[in-house]
């Protein structure tokens, strides 16, 4: 589809805007300078970025307190929840952010285009939410590793809703026992059940994480029921589709008012860590892999690593190529068929989207 060509004035009219909204910012960085020189800001601090609007944030401060709404420094752009920053706090009840901490994580996501545009940051897990319904397929769930094992952040499987799981389990216990022999932490969780999210919080003790799945699995209701003091709002299942609506509108990182190993009066054991922080973001509630390649896809299949590389041709694809070392580790059931069947599917799904 050609693109559509803009006329003059419309050309002339984005022009005007970002000019304006430039000299804004240029003014706004003016007086911040003005006000930073004079005095009106209090001294430099930590803090955390728990939710971005634009050119404002929300910061917390990192000793405790309340949030505060504050703005950028020209220099500034491409903050994102969950950053650690350093800040002032003004007179007026606002504040300043002056700098950005090195991160060590970052989650981005791909847009429209495929350009990667970070979501948010510090990030020591990803928590990939899937529930016994909406049925959860295997592809999907790959997708999902893939795509987390690709930033680098460690991926922890969450099966929700586990009280509709029938009591010998069948196929979905099967597919929990095929990744927890992979490796990967696997955690059950209820909010039918007053104990239903104890492995969860032990889960997340002491880390900062972040949900991704499909509409409907119970993102919402599991954070709502670790933090009861929020306001969340959580759509139902369709009766038709049994597909759930997405209801978070705005990147936020909410800190677990509690820990597992926490007394009745929610005091801390002296020497443990802080109870952990959640991000809720609609930018991430679903991966896409547009921006990776065959051999991101394939290194994202964890059991593949070992074979990678032994092929006896260099640009092997894997398909029906002589010498392939990855066919060969299907053939020793080294690596499972359904696996490899899944990584074929989606990198023929990159490569239909790409042609």
């Known amino acids: 589809m050609s693109k ?28 911040d300078t003005e006000r930073l020189a004079a005095g009106e800001y209090g001294p430099e601090q930590p803090g955390r970025v728990i ?11 990192a000793h405790g307190g309340q949030a505060v709404r504050c703005h950028l420094r020209a220099n500034l752009d491409g903050l994102v929840t969950g950053d650690h920053v350093i800040w002032r706090a003004g007179e007026d009840g606002s504040g300043v952010v002056v700098a950005r901490e090195p991160r060590h994580s970052l989650l981005q996501r791909p847009d429209p285009r495929g350009r990667l545009k970070p979501v948010a940051a510090g990030i020591d897990q990803i928590l990939i ?8 397929h295997a592809n999907l769930i790959d997708r999902y590793l893939v795509a987390a094992e690709a930033t680098g952040i ?33 955690i059950t969780t209820t909010t039918a059940r007053d104990t239903g999210l104890d492995a969860l919080l032990d889960q997340l003790h002491g880390r900062t994480s972040v949900f991704v799945g499909q509409s409907g699995v119970g993102k919402s209701s599991l954070i709502d029921r670790l933090l009861p003091e929020e306001d969340l709002r959580i759509g139902d299942l369709s009766t038709d589709s049994r597909k759930g ?35 809720d973001s609609p930018g991430i509630r679903e991966f896409g ?67």
């Open 154 to 186: 460690a991926p922890v499987l969450v099966l929700n809703k586990v009280d509709l799981l029938p009591a010998e389990g069948g196929e979905l216990r099967a597919l929990l026992d095929r990744y927890a022999g992979l490796g990967y932490p696997v």
């Open 245 to 279: 609506t997405h209801t978070t509108t705005t990147a936020r990182l909410y800190r677990l008012r509690q820990s597992p190993a926490a007394d009745a009066d929610g005091a801390q054991p002296e020497g443990t860590d802080s109870p952990g922080e959640l991000i």
């Open 4 to 31: 559509r060509k803009l006329s003059r004035q419309q050309r002339w009219r984005i022009e005007k805007t970002q000019a304006e909204r430039a000299k804004r910012a240029r003014q706004r960085d003016t007086t």
């Open 129 to 136: 939410v899937f529930a016994v319904e909406p049925e959860p």
């Open 289 to 355: 892999l547009t921006h990776l390649s065959a051999d991101q896809v394939a290194d994202g299949f964890i059991e593949f690593r070992d074979h990678l590389g032994h092929c006896r041709f260099r640009d092997c694809r894997h398909r029906a190529e002589p010498g392939c070392a990855l066919l060969a580790a299907v053939e020793s059931g080294d690596i499972h068929a359904d696996r490899f069947a899944s990584y074929r599917r989606i990198v023929d799904s990159l490569e239909n989207h790409q042609g």
């Open 51 to 61: 939710a971005h609007f634009g050119r404002s944030l929300e910061v917390a401060p």
